[in-house]
């Protein structure tokens, strides 16, 4: 049984937002750790700016393309 089925019956699918939103900020949080635990810059901030705002934008993408399998009416 791959999912689990709610009270009515209805099976819940995958959301993948969740998880694509997680290791986003993971990688992230990991990066500023990084380059504070370091001397030296581990990425430029000319580089990092850009990476943070596509960032953001690819996982408020997923989110809003995934936001029909959070929706639950009662």
């Known amino acids: 049984m791959a999912g689990k089925k709610a009270a ?7 959301d993948p937002a969740g998880p694509v939103t997680g290791l ?9 750790l990084a380059d504070g ?9 000319a ?6 705002l596509i960032g953001l934008g690819l996982v408020g993408t ?4 995934t936001r029909s399998r959070r929706r639950h009416l009662r």
């Open 47 to 52: 580089a990092m700016v850009p990476i943070v």
């Open 62 to 65: 997923v989110r809003v393309l």
């Open 37 to 45: 635990l370091t001397d030296g810059d581990v990425l430029p901030v």
């Open 8 to 14: 009515g019956g209805k099976r819940f699918r995958f």
């Open 24 to 32: 986003f900020f993971l990688a992230l949080a990991g990066v500023f």
